[in-house]
């Protein structure tokens, strides 16, 4: 059985729980302190970031190579096309949610909010959270931009790229930091990826000290 040390509430730990899960791949989840810098877990990744897992007598670290590594050593079912204009389309916006998106939305929200306080680094930076609360407006309408035009995010099935965005979007959901009556098309396209299988184990997760909404685990929020 596969390994992962992880948070809960990371999206980068989420988006390859989702992978794991949607290729039906058991695994073990061990919730690590990252921030503590405990020696045993400094040896798994001396960068000492989640995820690792443990899959195949390796230790692997970097959300963006454990996904590759799941698509190429079990590709059913694909999270990836098999088009190189397709599959660079999913590339770009797995980057986009990993990188501008986390800059801009995730860490000036989850990050002030939640993170601050489990690793003890003081009280929210309210300039960060208006910054975030603005910023997420404009990724949500691209987002609608893009689901107007396609039935997913990439293309038309479902990719990498809509467990990247929902792996964000569903951190951010757990502490109510989503507009989702800002667009019907993406709220749908969040119901639509949060009925499968792979979210369930995502929406049990509880972080002491911070509740849910109660729609959080809701199919038909």
Not at 39 to 47: G, H, K, L
Not at 89 to 108: A, G
Not at 153 to 174: E, I, P, Q
Not at 202 to 212: K, T, Y
Request: net charge neutral; with cysteine.
């Amino acid at each position: 059985m596969a390994r992962l040390h992880h948070v809960p509430l990371s999206p980068f730990c989420r988006k390859v729980r989702l992978s794991l899960a949607e290729k039906k791949i058991e695994v073990d989840l061990v919730e690590e302190r990252y921030w503590e810098a405990d020696p045993d877990f400094m040896r798994r990744n001396p960068a000492g970031k989640v995820p690792v897992v443990r899959l195949d007598g390796k230790t692997m670290s970097e959300s963006a190579a454990i996904c590759e590594y799941l698509e190429e050593t079990r590709p059913e079912p694909p999270l990836m096309p098999k088009d190189p204009d397709a599959r660079y389309e999913v590339r770009r916006l797995v980057s986009w949610f990993d990188d501008k998106f986390h800059h801009d939305v995730t860490s000036k929200l989850l990050y002030e909010r939640v993170n601050k306080k489990i690793t003890g680094q003081g009280y929210p930076d309210s300039r960060n959270v208006k910054d975030g609360a603005k910023a997420i407006k404009y990724h949500l309408d691209y987002m609608a931009w893009l689901l107007d035009q396609r039935r997913w995010l990439a293309g038309d099935v479902m990719t990498l790229a809509d467990f990247a965005a929902a792996a964000h979007l569903s951190c951010l959901d757990y502490i109510s930091d989503v507009d989702w009556n800002r667009s019907a098309v993406v709220k749908d396209w969040y119901a639509k990826i949060k009925s499968r299988p792979a979210f369930r184990s995502i929406l049990a997760d509880q972080v002491s000290g911070f509740r849910p909404p109660p729609h959080y685990a809701d199919l038909d929020f």
